[in-house]
């Protein structure tokens, strides 16, 4: 994995701690499978094949969670949201990211890329591309310390933007870890916005933007646009 930011001593370590880990030997086969078939369009390349840590603005205010690594995307670039290809979910959401003025490129192929995220950051709650991007609750219950572990070290959250159900009940579920609990619970949604008190930060939801979901038309560049537009509002 590259990055052009400087990563702080703390969420270096973590991170660390994110690639060297094999809680779970279901993700760990199946992702060092594929590095090793790759794909055909990518058979000439060396894939990362490991779990893979958030990248971004560590002093940023704006949190992305998203579920899990691409298989042939962040599994082979060893970046989040990176490498699935023209048009995949990496360029729709970077394209909305930079309209918005927290990303310096609208796409994202590869580490070398030259990105640079401004005021945010991009995580995942299950850092092992899954099969068929169905992790089992036990393995994201497994993740759950990598992700606590890193916003732990992103001290000026203000906003997170859950990318899909996953990611939306894996951040209620740290909540609850944390000792905020909310009742009733909060109930996934395109544009939801839940503020859980007690210094928590707002949670916003978000259709992910797989291809399944943009190119039916379910989560569109307005829609997506719309929901950073309403977090920098929240953020001001």
């Excluded at 370590?13 to 993700?27: D, M, P, S």
């Excluded at 995220?117 to 709650?125: E, F, G, K, P, V």
């Excluded at 732990?152 to 000792?179: N, S, T, Y």
Aim: a positive charge; aromatic letters at 6%; glycine letters at 10%.
């Amino acid at each position: 994995m590259s990055s052009d930011m400087r990563i702080p001593e703390a969420l270096a370590a973590v991170h660390e701690g994110i690639v060297t880990c094999n809680r779970c030997a279901r993700l760990r086969d199946y992702c060092r499978s594929v590095a090793e078939v790759k794909r055909r369009g990518h058979r000439d390349e060396i894939y990362w094949g490991r779990p893979v840590p958030g990248y971004g603005d560590p002093d940023a205010r704006l949190l992305l969670v998203a579920l899990a690594p691409a298989a042939h995307g962040a599994n082979r670039t060893g970046r989040v949201f990176t490498g699935d290809g023209p048009g995949g979910s990496g360029d729709f959401l970077m394209s909305a990211l930079h309209r918005t003025g927290y990303a310096n490129i609208p796409t994202s192929r590869h580490a070398q890329d030259g990105l640079r995220l401004d005021d945010a950051y991009i995580t995942s709650a299950v850092r092992c591309a899954p099969p068929d991007n169905k992790p089992s609750p036990e393995e994201s219950g497994r993740c759950l310390d990598h992700l606590d572990a890193e916003v732990a070290h992103l001290p000026r959250v203000r906003v997170v933007v859950a990318l899909g159900k996953i990611a939306f009940d894996a951040w209620l579920q740290l909540l609850r870890r944390r000792g905020v609990m909310l009742t009733p619970r909060p109930q996934f949604g395109h544009g939801v916005i839940v503020n859980p008190g007690a210094g928590a930060p707002l949670l916003m939801g978000c259709y992910h933007p797989s291809r399944q979901n943009t190119n039916t038309g379910k989560l569109t560049a307005e829609m997506m646009e719309s929901v950073f537009k309403k977090a920098r509002r929240l953020i001001a």
